[in-house]
């Protein structure tokens, strides 16, 4: 199994002893709101049948992440290959982890994994116009953005507004680590 060490987390692969974790995550009407409106009804909703990921710890492509020092889960990461040559990024934390730097340092060993260890060319990533933590943290990756799109996923408060996808390519990594 690999694990990824940052300054102060520990990534890695999950496992299904993590599903305790990813469900809390979903629970949290803070943590779901830019993807579910609030909280996930576990009984009337299908995994597989929504627009976002909700992993249950057998996914390959998901992270688990957790403070070095204690031991503490902050939250998960997933690197997806979607189509050739082209990842996609995505993660969910803990609130209390909201603000701290984590996302952005996961996030960016994550970036550092798939560039370096595969043969992608360019990592993207999407979310909500007003979901401002979360463009930050991709813009800090050195994401930018290259289109808005109306956002058709779901019918909540804020879905009157649009999703924003980012991009990272090969060369703009290897520039910035230059």
């Not at 996914?59 to 020092?69: H, K, Y």
């Not at 503490?72 to 990024?89: H, Q, Y």
Request: net charge negative; aromatic share 8%.
């Amino acid at each position: 199994m690999t694990v990824l060490q940052t300054a102060r987390l520990r990534l890695r692969s999950c496992t299904p002893a993590d599903r305790g974790d990813f469900l809390a995550l979903e629970l949290d009407p803070q943590v779901m709101r830019f993807l579910h409106g609030g909280a996930v009804d576990h009984a009337t909703t299908d995994p597989e049948k929504v627009t976002f990921l909700m992993p249950r710890g057998t996914e390959p492509d998901v992270w688990t992440a957790r403070r070095r020092d204690d031991d503490t889960f902050v939250g998960w990461f997933c690197l997806s290959v979607e189509r050739d040559e082209v990842a996609e990024i995505g993660y969910r934390l803990r609130r209390d982890a909201w603000g701290k730097g984590y996302a952005s340092e996961a996030a960016s060993a994550l970036v550092d994994l798939g560039f370096h260890s595969t043969g992608i060319e360019k990592i993207v990533a999407c979310t909500m116009e007003t979901n401002l933590g979360s463009r930050r943290v991709m813009e800090k990756i050195g994401m930018t953005p290259i289109r808005t799109v109306p956002f058709q996923s779901a019918d909540f408060p804020g879905t009157d507004h649009r999703d924003v996808w980012y991009q990272l390519t090969r060369s703009e990594w290897q520039a910035r680590i230059r």
